[in-house]
C-alpha cells in the first residue's frame, strides 16, 4: 500500500508491515530502521550485472505517534515538536530503507543517483555515457594484463639469468689469474735480467784489476 511522503511522493510499505506498524506503541521512543523488501523487477539469479553495485537507500522517516512520512530528518523533527508536546522523550520514528541499485563505473564514490530495479539499470547501461567510460574501463583492464604478462616474463627472464652471471664470473675469475700469471712471469724475466745485468757488471772491475796485478807482478819479476 502507498505511504505518502511530505512532498508530493510515495512509498510503497507492504500492508503486513503497515499493519504492524499500527500496532506498535505510539510512545516508543527512538529511531527504528525498517528495510523494506526490494522490487524483483529485471533481477538476475546470479546477481545484479557487472558494476550495478547495490546500495541501502532511505526513503522516508515516520512519525511513530501519527504516521505522517517525512523525506528529511530535519522536517521530522519540526513535526515532532508540535505532534510529541509536552512529552519530548518520547518521541519516536521508523527510518524506512530499500536496497537500490547505482552504477559503479558512472558513480564514483558516495552514490548520487540510484535506480529502483535492475531494469532501470540496464536502461541506463545502455546510454553514451556508460558505454564510453565502459570502453575505457576495458581498455585499462587490457594494459593492466599486458603490464602483468611483461612484468612477469622479466621476472622469469630474471630467474635464468643467476647462471649466466655465475658463468661470467668465473670467466672473469679466469682471465684475472691468467693475466696476474703474466705479470708475474714478465717480472720474474726482468729481475733475472737484472740479476745477471749486476753481475756482470760487479764482475768486470774484478777482472780489470786482477789483469792488472797479474802485469804489475810479472814486470817486477822480469827486473
Known sequence: MPLH????????????????????DPN????????????????????????CREVETELCLVCR??????????????????????????????????????????????????????????????????????????ERQQQQQQQQQYDGGAQSGEETNPLTDEMEDVVNQITLLAARAAA?????????SDRVGSQDNNNGPDAKRQKLVQEVTALAGAR
Request: proline share 6%; charged share 20%; glycine share 8%.
Open 28 to 51: 516508543h521512543p527512538g529511531l527504528e530502521t525498517v528495510r523494506l523488501p526490494a522490487p524483483s523487477c529485471g533481477a538476475d539469479e546470479g546477481g545484479p550485472p557487472q558494476h
Open 65 to 138: 505517534r501519527c504516521g505522517r512520512a517525512y523525506p528529511q530528518e530535519s522536517s521530522l523533527l519540526a513535526h515532532q515538536r508540535s505532534c510529541y508536546l509536552g512529552n519530548q522523550q518520547r518521541r519516536g520514528a521508523l527510518r524506512l530503507v530499500q536496497v537500490r541499485y547505482c552504477c559503479s563505473l558512472c558513480e564514483l564514490g558516495v552514490s548520487t543517483r540510484t535506480y529502483t530495479t535492475v531494469s532501470e539499470w540496464r536502461r541506463h547501461a545502455e546510454t553514451l555515457q556508460h558505454q564510453m567510460r565502459l570502453e575505457a574501463a576495458q
Open 184 to 192: 708475474e712471469s714478465t717480472t720474474g724475466q726482468l729481475q733475472a
Open 5 to 24: 511522503v511530505e512532498g508530493g511522493s510515495q512509498v510503497q510499505v507492504p500492508r503486513a508491515l503497515m499493519q504492524a506498524f499500527l500496532q506498535q
